[in-house]
C-alpha cells in the first residue's frame, strides 16, 4: 500500500470518528473537527500554503484551500496530501479519542 492510499483510509477513518460523509470538500469547521484543531491554527496552515516551482507546498505544514463566497474550503484530495506530509502530529482536541490511534508514530515526508 502507498503512502497515498494509507492516508487516504486513514482520513477516512478520521472521517468516520467525526462523524462526517468523505466528500469532494469541507468547510473550515469541518477541517478543524477532522484534524482535531481549532480555527485559529486552520488559519495558520492556510495561510502558510505557498506552492513551490513544481507545485508541492513550501511548507509541509500548510493546507491548500480555496474561498467560496466568504468561506474557505479544503478539497478532499488536499486532506489526503497534507496527512501524507503530516502523518505524525499530536492533536489535544480529538472529536474521538480512537483518531489518535489512526496516526503513524513516525514522521515521513515524500520525495
Known amino acids: 500500500m502507498t503512502q497515498q492510499e494509507l492516508a487516504e483510509e486513514k482520513l477516512k477513518g478520521m472521517l468516520r470518528a467525526a462523524d462526517l460523509p468523505v466528500k469532494a ?3 473550515t469547521s469541518e477541517v478543524c473537527r477532522i ?5 485559529r491554527t486552520f488559519r495558520r496552515y492556510t495561510d502558510a500554503w505557498e ?5 508541492r507546498p513550501r511548507v509541509a505544514c500548510s493546507l491548500n484551500s480555496t474561498m ?3 468561506n474557505r474550503r479544503v478539497a478532499f ?6 496527512l501524507v506530509r503530516n502523518n505524525s502530529y499530536q492533536r489535544q482536541m480529538a472529536v474521538d479519542p480512537d483518531q489518535l490511534a489512526l496516526f503513524d508514530s513516525t514522521c515521513a515526508y515524500p520525495d
Do not use: A, K
Not at 484534524?35 to 480555527?39: K, N, R, S, Y
Not at 506552492?51 to 507545485?55: A, F, K, L, S, V
Not at 484530495?77 to 497534507?82: A, G, I, S, Y
Open 25 to 27: 470538500s469541507y468547510c
Open 35 to 39: 484534524l482535531g484543531i481549532v480555527e
Open 68 to 70: 467560496l463566497h466568504s
Open 77 to 82: 484530495p488536499d486532506l489526503v496530501d497534507f
Open 51 to 55: 506552492p513551490d516551482e513544481n507545485g
